[in-house]
């Protein structure tokens, strides 16, 4: 069963991500030690894209360097 999106976006602002505005559902995170920038779209009830769980894993890994 796939993650909802608000439990994605609560594990990034646990990671010290920082929510930048977005447009439309679009919402950007950003991170300090991050080079790029994590986009999580959709409403925050939806499950979670499998891309979206790829991009999250990334991120993480990221800044655990």
């Known amino acids: 069963m796939p993650r909802k999106i608000r439990e994605l976006i609560a594990e990034l602002e646990r990671a010290g991500f ?10 950007i995170f950003i991170h300090k030690n991050c080079l790029f920038n994590v986009v999580i779209s959709g409403r925050s009830g ?3 894209l499998p891309y979206q769980e790829k991009d999250l894993k990334r991120a993480l890994r990221e800044i655990k360097k």
């Open 18 to 27: 920082a929510e930048r505005s977005g447009k439309g559902s679009h919402r």
């Open 46 to 48: 939806a499950d979670a």
